[in-house]
């Protein structure tokens, strides 16, 4: 069956760093996603990996092992407004339907 | 940048009402998406257009209905609504040719069933 799992909730200090994981189990892969989502608003997109290793964009990064099923969003330098939805998703296979599959959701909170 | 406009950010409706959700993009996407989503279960898929007039069911299809007559638009359709229908209904669209591009959102329909 199709999977993926991250934790609900997490808290963090602000300037501190936090990893939020992702672990996914789907009959196949082309890509995985990180969307930010605050409450009551749409999800935003915030990073894509397709290959292994880390990509990163300012304080945001996120890693990717396809032969583990894993991956991790990093925040660095926590802001309040950080405080929001993490959710990640996986793309299944190619083609034109370019489903995605979500996990649940990680809801941080950034503490002062 | 792409933009996903949903019709109604808040609606009300009653049981056994047939209610029409609205979303266009303008980016001239071919592929565009449903979802609803409740707290702890995520976005979930309702169903998926890939063309005007072509559709398919996603995870959770039935109460539902779906119509794309024109590229932009893509409506979706509770035939007769129920009180488990109260969700937050979410539009997304997307041009598949471009590999590492992401869905696009639109800012939601908060949806109540009374």
Redesign the interface.
Same mark, same amino acid.
């Given at each position: 069956g199709q999977n993926i799992d991250q934790p609900t909730e997490m808290t963090a200090t602000e300037g501190a760093i936090v990893q939020i994981n992702c672990t996914y189990q789907t009959s196949g892969f082309n890509g995985l996603f990180w969307y930010q989502q605050h409450a009551g608003e749409a999800p935003t997109f915030l990073s894509y990996n397709v290959l292994d290793g880390l990509e990163e964009k300012g304080r945001f990064s996120s890693f990717l092992s396809r032969s583990k099923g894993y991956s991790y969003l990093l925040l660095k330098e926590l802001q309040m407004k950080d405080s929001a939805s993490y959710l990640c998703a996986v793309r299944d296979n190619g083609g034109a339907t370019n489903k995605l599959i979500f996990g649940t959701g990680t809801l941080l909170a950034v503490q002062p | 940048d792409v933009k996903?406009t949903q019709s109604s950010r808040y609606l009300v409706k009653r049981t056994g009402e047939k209610v029409f959700l609205e979303c266009v993009q303008d980016m001239d996407h /071919?592929?565009m998406?449903w979802?609803r989503q409740d707290p $702890? #279960? $995520? #976005? @979930? #898929?309702i169903y998926?257009s890939?063309d005007v007039k072509m559709k /398919?069911k $996603?995870d959770i299809p039935e109460g539902y209905s779906v119509s794309r007559e024109k590229k932009e638009r893509f409506s979706l359709i509770l035939e007769s609504a129920s009180t488990n229908q109260t969700s937050m209904y979410?539009c997304a669209s997307?041009d *598949?040719s471009q &590999? &590492?591009q *992401?869905?696009?959102? $639109?800012?939601?329909t @908060?949806l109540s069933i009374l």
């Open positions: - | 996903v /071919e592929n998406f979802y $702890g #279960l $995520g #976005l @979930r #898929l998926f890939y /398919e $996603g979410l997307i *598949p &590999g &590492g *992401p869905q696009h959102f $639109g800012d939601g @908060r």
